[in-house]
T-cell receptor, first 114, second 111 residues
Framework: DQQVKQNSPSLSVQEGRISILNCDYT??????FLWYKKYPAEGPTFLIS?????DKNEDGRFTVFLNKSAKHLSLHIVPSQPGDSAVYFC?????????????FGEGTQLTVNP | DAGITQSPRYKITETGRQVTLMCHQT?????MFWYRQDLGHGLRLIYY???????DKGEVPDGYVVSRSKTENFPLTLESATRSQTSVYFC??????????FGSGTRLTVV
């Protein structure tokens, strides 16, 4: 049972344009959501997070939107840069019931073309 | 150096052998985790630990054993390696609920 799903294995955008990565979840107990970025031969690194009490969180070029009723979150990168090319993982946790355990999606490979 | 380190970075082993992947963190984080990354599956939790001497199974624990005698170390042992355990393994630690710091990974090939 995949509780966190990223339905697009890959996404290709032009430099300067917006990248939108999507993530859906099924567990209504999830109350904290994160995005991680992973370059080849490196471990994932934390990018941005959002609590379920918010519907938007912004950090520079990165914005995460949360739609609780649809159980959907998205990561917007504006403007996209070639250095953003990486695998992006969506993750979720149910802090009240599972503490620090994170459930990850399958990942989306983002390619930003110069 | 401060951080979380995994060793070895690369390992080739034969089917049926026992192999141990090491993970060491310098922050005294309470929580530590082992994930495996496979194409099409993303990151799947193998085992985790909330503190020294406290461990619990994750999503895919079969064939793996962990221990946590000291806060800073969390080794993962494959008791009898199988080809299906060929994967990239990531260790992570967390002080507060929600945010992980990952190691650089161990690429394990079972032949």
């Amino acid at each position: 049972d995949q509780q966190v799903k990223q339905n697009s294995p890959s996404l290709s955008v032009q430099e300067g344009r917006i990248s939108i990565l999507n993530c859906d979840y099924t567990n209504s107990m999830f109350d904290y959501f994160l995005w991680y970025k992973k370059y080849p031969a490196e471990g994932p690194t934390f990018l941005i997070s959002i609590s379920s009490i918010k519907d938007k969180n912004e950090d520079g070029r990165f914005t995460v939107f949360l739609n609780k009723s649809a159980k959907h979150l998205s990561l917007h990168i504006v403007p996209s840069q070639p250095g953003d090319s990486a695998v992006y993982f969506c993750a979720a946790s149910a802090i009240k019931t599972s503490g620090s355990r994170l459930t990850f999606g399958e990942g989306t490979q983002l390619t930003v073309n110069p | 150096d401060a951080g979380i380190t995994q060793s070895p970075r690369y390992k080739i082993t034969e089917t049926g052998r026992q192999v141990t992947l090491m993970c060491h963190q310098t922050w005294s984080h309470s929580y530590m985790f082992w994930y495996r990354q496979d194409l099409g599956h993303g990151l799947r939790l193998i085992y985790y630990s909330a503190a020294a001497d406290i461990t619990d199974k994750g999503e895919v624990p079969d064939g793996y054993v962990v221990s946590r005698s000291k806060t800073e170390n969390f080794p993962l042992t494959l008791e009898s390696a199988t080809r299906s355990q060929t994967s990239v393994y990531f260790c992570a630690s967390s002080h507060l609920a929600g945010g992980y710091t990952f190691g650089s990974g161990t690429r394990l090939t079972v032949v």
